[in-house]
T-cell receptor, first 119, second 112 residues
Framework: NAGVTQTPKFQVLKTGQSMTLQCAQD?????MYWYRQDPGMGLRLIYYSASEGTTDKGEVPNGYNVSRLNKREFSLRLESAAPSQTSVYFC??????????????????FGDGTRLSIL | DAKTTQPNSMESNEEEPVHLPCNHS???????IHWYRQLPSQGPEYVIH???SNVNNRMASLAIAEDRKSSTLILHRATLRDAAVYYC?????????????FGQGTELSVKP
């Protein structure tokens, strides 16, 4: 049981290149999330998918696209990378419980991050 | 989601208790208080959550003030492995997507 797996772990890009960050979870979770973390700061939400077939913008969606490929996988794409997108990217997933209050009590489970540098 | 305020950093000695405070004076009646921590070079991990009553689990205890305007995460015996950034986050019923809004958190250092 690997939990949330992110690939790659490290990547260096040149400005203008494109790249897809992959995330997969094996916990049969419904919701998945992409965050970025800049040095000395907390995480900021980029996009999320509350359930398979839906995606929504978070706090900082500009410059990114996402695809919820199936229940297990949620990818993040940078179409034209910019130095401002240098960051550590975290994927997370969350189970949707059967009770209404589960929407605000079920915890998120995070991957170990992708460290992305854009030159 | 309502805002939380935490000290930027705290220090503790190994094997001593640690009390990490969080102020949330604008908390609403339906806000749950969640704590996550982030070890160096890792993703955040869930620690504990509560609504009104104090909560205990294998990782920590959560003490919630009677007026719910503040809470304290208690690590009963700090270990070197507990050195991390601790985030206090509020989540309410309007947050249907389960999103987490992270603040700066408290960086805890543990001295041997």
């Amino acid at each position: 049981n690997a939990g949330v797996t992110q690939t790659p772990k490290f990547q260096v890009l040149k400005t203008g290149q494109s790249m897809t960050l992959q995330c997969a979870q094996d916990m049969n979770h419904n919701s998945m999330y992409w965050y970025r973390q800049d040095p000395g700061m907390g995480l900021r939400l980029i996009y999320y998918s509350a359930s398979e077939g839906t995606t929504d913008k978070g706090e900082v969606p500009n410059g990114y696209n996402v695809s919820r490929l199936n229940k297990r996988e949620f990818s993040l794409r940078l179409e034209s990378a910019a130095p401002s997108q240098t960051s550590v990217y975290f994927c997370a997933s969350r189970r949707l419980g059967g009770r209404v209050r589960d929407s605000y009590t079920q915890p998120q489970h995070f991957g170990d991050g992708t460290r992305l540098s854009i030159l | 989601d309502a805002k939380t305020t935490q000290p930027n950093s705290m220090e503790s000695n190994e094997e001593e208790p640690v009390h990490l405070p969080c102020n949330h004076s604008t908390i609403s009646g339906t806000d749950y208080i969640h704590w996550y921590r982030q070890l160096p070079s890792q993703g955040p991990e869930y620690v504990i959550h509560g609504l009104t009553s104090n909560v205990n689990n294998r990782m920590a205890s959560l003490a919630i003030a009677e007026d719910r305007k503040s809470s304290t995460l208690i690590l009963h015996r700090a270990t070197l492995r507990d050195a991390a950034v601790y985030y206090c986050i509020l989540r309410d019923r309007s947050n249907q997507g389960g999103k987490l809004i992270f603040g700066q958190g408290t960086e805890l250092s543990v001295k041997p």
